[in-house]
């Protein structure tokens, strides 16, 4: 929660303050304001890594390239035998 300091017409201070009010309940009359003022859909708890990562629109041309790019440069240093030799560990 945020406290907001509003100026409001004095006539429709109480109106804001009903919407506020409404605002912080998680009543059905909650959701249905969210909805009208064009609030994102609240998910039932926190986002999944998978949600956090995944790309709800497909990738432009350019950044399928980039990640086809990258993926080959990691396929050739996984065969590079200096990069995927075993280190000591200084611990």
Request: glycine fraction near 6%.
């Amino acid at each position: 929660m945020k406290r907001l300091e509003v100026y409001v017409p004095a006539g429709e201070a109480p109106v804001i303050r009903r919407a506020a009010s409404v605002l912080r309940e998680r009543t059905g009359e909650a959701v249905r304001l969210r909805q009208v003022l064009g609030f994102a859909r609240e998910a039932d708890g926190p986002p999944s890594a998978a949600n956090i990562f995944a790309m709800p629109e497909a990738p432009s041309h350019v950044s399928e390239r980039l990640w086809e790019n990258a993926m080959a440069q990691i396929h050739r240093d996984r065969k590079d035998r200096r990069l995927g030799r075993l280190r000591k560990s200084p611990l």
